[in-house]
């Protein structure tokens, strides 16, 4: 039997299928144009250790904890603003330091405290929420902030990488990519696939956009691979997406960025730093400079003036290091932020002290603020949300207290 | 007005078409498959948590060597000891995922392992710490499989006090604050599982209870926690003392008792308001995402006047025409999906369960996680989501197309001509422009994938 594909497509054009099931093919109304300010949020899942990122040398008690090398000295750590220093993993950030486009803030963590365990510290984290003792939230507050955003598509968010991302968990629209979800197939089955797919208009609709993202990610979504070479590619793949794949993944983001996207978010692991902590820890902040500054060189200026990335963990590690030279959960622990709209070279803290006293448990960074706060400050600038909004539904409880001035 | 249909029955209520595995031929029969000896479990085992248990004592064993020992070689073969058993307990999970698609591969009774995923699925969880994190098939093993179609009662209580639920809704360390421990410790209550029972498990979230509800099945599960060296156990000492009243009836009271949980659990069960919600559910699962009225109609009546049986449940399912509506219906979620390929393509288990472990994850447990579903590391307690479209993504497609047309060939050797391939996975659904791409297509690869790719075979 032989059909032409136009037959085909009138065919499936009076097939009635709920098209309203499918948020590709779902028309959306702009209530307003889409701002121009972009939000990409990176988790950093396994516990950084805020203390060796930006390493408060200005301390009395540091050099005691720690016995940590200075600033500036040959391989220590980069003199910031005379209190803390930056870890030598990531000088290749000095450059957004001193154009004011990096800043740090210190001592703060999520509400969650004593029991230290990765799972629910980032449950919380993405949930942003106070406490799971009622049951985790079903949603994640960067979802609960879209629902306020003004003027949402389906390509204003975007959650990039195979990390299921439960902050953008929710009820509005978030796309999703991952740029190892390679599609390499030869033209003919390209071609078949489409026109397999007009069956079925939400099928239809998502592998056209599949080949779209496909074909602009990079790398060619046609080719003439044998089955046996798709499995090589997919092990290849799957292999990129475990290491350090995050410049393609920022790569990617920005490429959304400048489009219509602005809002993403991805994740970064390898923080957790129980020994021997100086080479993993090393690496890990490096591949977190590297996506700093991908996002930067793929944005282009224009972009990053009006953009803020922000880089959380669900919390710090211990002050001091355990018997293998590595540290342990902890408490309170640091963000980083980049990005031309940040009024930044900043270290942003009311720092509590390394005495003995001064620390949570005596083990642990005292946090002075919750890191909701900041974030939920930062949205406020960037996307005009109102404080009852923030402290009731996107991050409820929060007290969002007076103003860091984290944007320009 | 449209009734069963074997073919649709093995698309919509099984694992799929496959060639060499007649259809249960009427609901009768389908029934009764539920009633026989686990005939797919015994042929491809999975280890039961009680099993599973004795690996927990001996990595805790280990764990307690090592600390004993600090900073001499003890402590390096204690530590070696629990990287090999960590590293053994991961191999054996995804050994376990391959004996669950092999199941459905192979099974006769495929209704069984719908429903064993369904319920598995009611019932998420996943231990939080080390090994633990590992036990979910074994989990499912004990708790659920058994229970499938029997009294929802039976399947709650086993489920809802399962070591793996008490450590993934923080059971474990939920204390009545007037317990002598809670007193000594100052240890307070922990309503996640009580909430999650209510809200997800019985009731559903906009079932008749409040948070004074909540709070005093929270009190009435102090108590319940789990020992690795015995499986669940009740504390006493932990136990809130005095009755709690849950949806205006008392339960417990001093000595507080296993049995007063167990009674609480059977009367939320068995209410009207869990009825419904298991009605509904079933009917979004297995037949739409907006079913018909009626239907939820029939079940949530079978359940409610036969005292939560789940079969009646079932049975009023499936003698409902809505039921049977020939038209293509919900997408099929990533493990059902690749189960009923490999089901069409009657692929040896043996091509897939043994793989290394590299392999494994390459061909089966990747492709899942891009697709969508990341096997047995549940995003919340609310499980996989039911509405089509958080399945057909743009992500989700691909993934399940570049696995369709490459994955079979690479297990399996020779493949299907695909013109054949189309009456074996589609029967009577292959549309025209399936049956083009079949023949069209340059490769039996491709045509084979093309097919296993569309929506026809992606739709239940």
Known sequence: MTLSRRAFLTRSALIGCSLAASPLVTPVTFAAAPGDNRLVVIILRGAMDGLAMAQPWGDPAWKALRGAALPDADGGPLDLDGRFALHPSMAGLMPLWQAKELSVVHAVSTPYRDKRSHFDGQDLLEAGVADLASGARRDGWLNRMLQHYPGIGTQTAWAIGSDPLAVLRGAAPVARWAPEADLALSPQAIRLAELVMQDDPAFAAAMSEAFRIADGDGDALESALSPQEMGEMMGADMAAARGPGEARLAAFVAQQLRADARIAAFSITGWDTHARQDAPLGRALGRLSSAILTLRDELGPQAWQRTAVVAMTEFGRTVRFNGTGGTDHGTGGAMLMAGGALRGGRVVTDWPGLDEAALNDRRDLMPTRDLRAHVGWLMRGLFGLEAGVLEREVFPGVELGGDPRLLL | ?460
Not at chain 2, 116 to 121: G, N, P
Not at chain 2, 188 to 202: K, P, Q
Not at chain 2, 251 to 278: F, W
Not at chain 2, 393 to 411: D, E, F, K
């Open chain 2, 1 to 460: 007005m449209p009734a069963f249909d074997p073919t649709l029955a093995e698309i919509r209520f099984g694992c799929g078409l496959s060639p060499n595995i007649a259809p249960a031929q009427s609901v009768a029969a389908m029934l009764a498959t539920l009633q026989g000896p686990d005939l797919a479990a015994a042929r491809h085992p999975i280890e039961p948590f009680d099993t599973f248990r004795a690996r927990i004592v001996r990595y805790n064993e280990q764990g307690r060597l090592r600390r004993d020992s600090r900073g001499t070689a003890a402590e390096k073969t204690a530590l070696k000891a629990m990287r090999v058993m960590n590293k053994q307990a991961r191999q054996a999970q995804m050994t376990w995922l391959g004996q669950s698609l092999a199941r459905c591969v192979t099974t006769q009774a495929p209704f069984r392992e719908r429903l064993s995923a369904f319920w598995a699925d009611h019932f998420t969880a996943q231990g939080k710490a080390a090994l633990m994190r590992r036990a979910v098939s074994p989990y499912v093993e004990e708790a659920i499989r058994p229970h499938l179609s029997g009294r929802f009662e039976d399947l709650l209580i086993a489920a809802v006090t399962h070591p793996v639920m008490v450590s993934y809704l923080d059971q474990r360390g939920s204390v009545g604050p007037n317990s002598p421990r809670g007193k000594k410790s100052g240890g307070g209550l922990n309503e996640n599982l009580a909430r999650e029972i209510m809200e997800l498990h019985t009731l559903g979230v906009g079932g008749p209870y409040t948070q004074g509800d909540v709070r005093a099945l929270a009190e009435l599960l102090t108590g319940l926690t789990f020992n690795p060296q015995v499986g669940r156990v009740f504390r006493k000492d932990s136990a809130e003392p005095g009755p709690e009243t849950v949806l205006g009836k008392d339960y417990g009271g001093d000595p507080a008792r296993l049995t007063d949980i167990e009674s609480a659990l059977r009367d939320l069960a068995r209410h009207p308001a869990t009825a419904r919600h298991l009605a509904r559910k079933l009917a979004v699962h297995f037949v739409a995402d907006m079913p018909d009225p009626a239907l939820v109609q029939v079940i949530e009546t079978a359940l409610r006047d036969s005292g939560s049986d789940l079969s009646a449940g079932y049975a009023a399912m499936l003698a409902h025409p809505a039921a049977w509506n020939a038209a293509p219906g919900n997408v099929k979620r990533p493990f059902e999906f690749m189960a009923s390929a490999l089901r069409a393509l009657a692929m040896p288990p043996e091509s897939f369960v043994p793989l290394k472990e590299k392999r494994f994850r390459e061909y089966i447990q990747y492709p899942l996680h891009l697709m969508g579903h990341s096997w047995e590391r549940p995003v919340g307690p609310d499980g996989l989501s039911e509405d089509d479209s958080a399945w057909i993504t743009p992500q989700g497609l691909a993934a399940r197309l570049q696995w369709a047309l490459s994955v079979p060939q690479i297990l399996g050797g020779t493949l299907p001509d695909p013109r054949e391939f189309l009456i074996t996975a589609l029967a009577g659904r292959a549309t025209p422009a399936v049956q083009f791409a079949a023949q069209a297509a340059e490769s039996r690869a491709d045509g084979v994938g093309l097919i296993l790719a569309s929506p026809a075979f992606q739709r239940s």
